[in-house]
């Protein structure tokens, strides 16, 4: 457990050392405020769609700091000594995982009232997405880390890892912007999808990275 809890603190350490989880928020935040240029003054329509964008904006943030995630530990050879000291790569995924929604979860749902106050949301529209964004922020968690793991070592890597991520994040944004209007059943939906994900990314991630392993 002490090896697993280094690990998380370590990578929280290195998200926020490297700027990536400042970057992913400044973006999810332009991305909110260039939303109402783009939509025009009327308050109304602001108000209806604005949880929407927020999920958008979430996801998108959420594909930045991919290329950080596994890629640096693959080249310097970290997992290489993680795994000779008897860490099993699905371990490692897994700790990765958590680390990346520490440093990525929270401040998104605290900049998320940032982006409420801006797209004008209702108190009630804002508590409905944070609700959301906390069920389904693991998913997105886990969604890129297995997403980075697949696409370690690829030319482009950062491209290619939108192609992979943001079809698999659909269900993700579907149940999320759905939850808003307080439908109970999108957000157990909602939930289902981002349990799924985080049960399975650290396998798929973990044999992803094996496969790196000299």
Excluded: C, Y
Excluded at 58 to 72: F, N
Excluded at 127 to 150: K, N, Q, R, W
């Amino acid at each position: 457990m002490t090896g697993l809890g280094a690990l998380i603190t370590r990578d929280v350490r290195i998200a926020w050392a490297s700027g990536g989880v400042v970057n992913a928020l400044a973006f999810f935040l332009l991305v909110t405020i260039l939303f109402p240029f783009a939509v025009g003054p009327d308050t109304a329509l602001l108000a209806r769609i604005g949880g929407g964008a927020i999920w958008a904006a979430a996801l998108l943030a959420a594909l930045m700091p991919v290329e950080r995630l596994v890629g640096p530990d693959a080249e310097s050879g970290v997992l290489d000594q993680l795994s000779v000291r008897g860490f099993s790569m699905p371990v490692v995924a897994a700790a990765k995982i958590v680390a990346h929604w520490i440093s990525f979860g929270p401040p998104l749902l605290l900049a998320t009232v940032i982006a409420a106050g801006l797209l004008g949301l209702s108190t009630q529209t804002l508590g409905m997405v944070e609700l959301g964004l906390l069920i389904g922020t693991p998913g997105l968690a886990a969604l890129a880390v297995a997403t980075a793991a697949l696409v370690t070592g690829l030319r482009g890597a950062g491209s290619v890892a939108g192609l992979v991520m943001l079809p698999l994040a659909v269900p993700l944004l579907i149940f999320g912007a759905g939850s808003i209007d307080g439908g109970v059943g999108a957000l157990k939906l909602l939930g289902a999808v981002s349990l799924m994900l985080v049960a399975g990314a650290p396998f798929v991630a973990g044999a992803a990275m094996r496969g790196t392993l000299d």
